[in-house]
Nanobody
């Protein structure tokens, strides 16, 4: 399975962007699809994830109420709708696929397949 992320760009504070991540190849054992981000000089952090079967979602505290993760199983695609963007949302955003979760779904080591990343820059 390969992941291709798209939709990043430059936006002003308070604006919106929608990221997409399309999975190619056999994805029949996908359990979760998630988004992580990494800002310059910082460690990669969890943003959101979605249970591929049930659609149940989990978010980090910093994006709850502003970001929405969703999926289209027919298209093997996961989305991240980002509203009310802040300067601190600036980062490279990565999508990731998990075939099984040990412990918490927010832990990055649960995700074995990663996309190439897409840059999101929020300006004032």
């Amino acid at each position: 399975v390969q992941l291709q992320a798209s939709g990043g760009g430059l936006v002003q504070t308070g604006g919106s962007l929608r990221l997409a991540c399309a999975a190619s190849g056999s994805g029949s054992n996908t359990r979760f699809m998630g988004w992580f981000r990494q800002a310059p000089g910082k460690e990669r952090e969890f943003v959101a994830t979605i249970n591929w079967s049930s659609g149940f979602t989990y978010y980090s505290d910093s994006v709850t109420g502003r970001f929405t993760i969703s999926r289209d199983r027919a298209k093997n695609t996961v989305y991240l709708q980002m509203n009310s963007l802040k300067l601190e949302d600036t980062a490279v955003y990565y999508c990731a696929r998990s075939t099984g979760i040990v412990g918490l779904a927010r832990i990055s080591t649960n995700y074995a397949t990663w996309g190439q990343g897409t840059q999101v820059t929020v300006s004032s």
